[in-house]
Nanobody, 124 residues
Framework: QLQFVESGGGLVQPGESLRLSCAASGFILDHRVIAWFRQAPGKEREGVSCFSPGIGSTRYEDSVEGRFTISTDSAKNTMYLQMNDLRAEDTAVYYC?????????????????WGQGMQVTISS
């Protein structure tokens, strides 16, 4: 069965950090394009970061550039999103995603495996 097991969401104060994790089972992350998306209430799902191991490209949405870092651990078959200096506008449900081999883009249709979503709330 192809699935992600997610962890790391929660409630933090502005300026604090969180690390989101998605452990994949049934497929190998190193053979896929991976991405993190988020969806705030009343808004469309938007790409936050993506990584293509085959092409070696990494992208970040402008508002998270320099604060968020996408990474993987091949031994654990797990992807991460390290989020630092969190702001209220980062509040959303965060999704991990994986798609077929290729370049990474912030297009929902490029990804065919999705996590269930994790709530991240930044509030004082």
């Amino acid at each position: 069965q192809l699935q992600f097991v997610e962890s790391g969401g929660g409630l933090v104060q502005p300026g604090e950090s969180l690390r989101l994790s998605c452990a994949a089972s049934g497929f190998i992350l190193d053979h896929r394009v991976i991405a993190w998306f988020r969806q705030a209430p009343g808004k469309e799902r938007e790409g936050v970061s993506c990584f293509s191991p085959g092409i070696g490209s990494t992208r970040y949405e402008d508002s998270v550039e320099g604060r968020f870092t996408i990474s993987t651990d091949s031994a654990k078959n797990t992807m991460y999103l390290q989020m630092n200096d969190l702001r209220a506008e980062d509040t959303a449900v965060y999704y991990c995603a994986a798609g077929p081999w290729g370049d990474c883009r912030f297009l929902v249709g490029d990804y065919n495996h999705w996590g269930q979503g994790m709530q991240v709330t930044i509030s004082s």
